[in-house]
T-cell receptor, first 118, second 115 residues
């Protein structure tokens, strides 16, 4: 139980294009999802908190117009990297909270998406 | 703000050796504490957690005790296996105010276990 999937697992795109990454909770409803960015051999940096049906809350220093987050249903959140540049290349990881089974603060993580911008 | 500090790696051990990865934290509220593990090429998996002082989280032979007096949550395992090779992250979730539910991660510790 508490499985989170991400699609695609890897994506390579040209500079200037947009890329959409999907995050799905497969067997539970996730009222809150989180998006992280992980640089090589470094820790995870929280980018934004996404609540179903409302606007995402972005962390300081994260450009909300560049990293568009949509959480349209209780099982799906999407991150769109707009006008991608090589410096956006990174490992993007989402997580979700299962309020019904774990009303505390445990997060379940997706396997991540490796984005490479050429 | 909240922060988590882990011992620097990488840590290299022989199979069946004893493992300790130190983790200390600072938090404005009363946090929950977590250890997550990331195997090569995979996402993070919850290894164990503790939600109040003196709680001991345990899973797969790993243990960590929530020590409020020393603000620590050190990870231990009595006998490591090659399959334990991974990156280990200590994290906290501050349950107070607007930061509720956000995880703050340590920098991660790479563990390599040799046969």
């Amino acid at each position: 139980g508490a499985v989170v999937s991400q699609h695609p697992s890897r994506v390579i795109c040209k500079s200037g294009t947009s890329v959409k990454i999907e995050c799905r909770s497969l067997d539970f409803q996730a009222t809150t999802m989180f998006w992280y960015r992980q640089f090589p051999k470094q820790s995870l940096m929280l980018m934004a908190t996404s609540n179903e049906g409302s606007k995402a809350t972005y962390e300081q220093g994260v450009e909300k117009d560049k990293f568009l987050i949509n959480h349209a249903s209780l099982t799906l959140s999407t991150l769109t990297v707009t006008s991608a540049h090589p410096e956006d290349s990174s490992f993007y990881i989402c997580s979700a909270r299962d309020w019904l089974r774990h009303p505390t603060d445990t997060q379940y993580f997706g396997p991540g998406t490796r984005l490479t911008v050429l | 703000g909240d922060s988590v500090t882990q011992m620097e790696g990488p840590v290299t051990l022989s199979e069946e050796a004893f493992l300790t990865i130190n983790c200390t934290y600072t938090a404005t509220g009363y946090p929950s504490l977590f250890w997550y593990v990331q195997y090569p090429g995979e996402g993070l998996q919850l290894l164990l957690k503790a939600t109040k002082a003196d709680d001991k989280g345990s899973n797969k032979g790993f243990e960590a005790t929530y020590r409020k007096e020393t603000t620590s949550f050190h990870l231990e395992k009595g006998s490591v296996q090659v399959s334990d090779s991974a990156v280990y992250f200590c994290a906290l979730s501050d349950r107070g105010g607007t930061s509720y539910g956000k995880l703050t991660f340590g920098q991660g510790t790479i563990l390599t276990v040799h046969p």
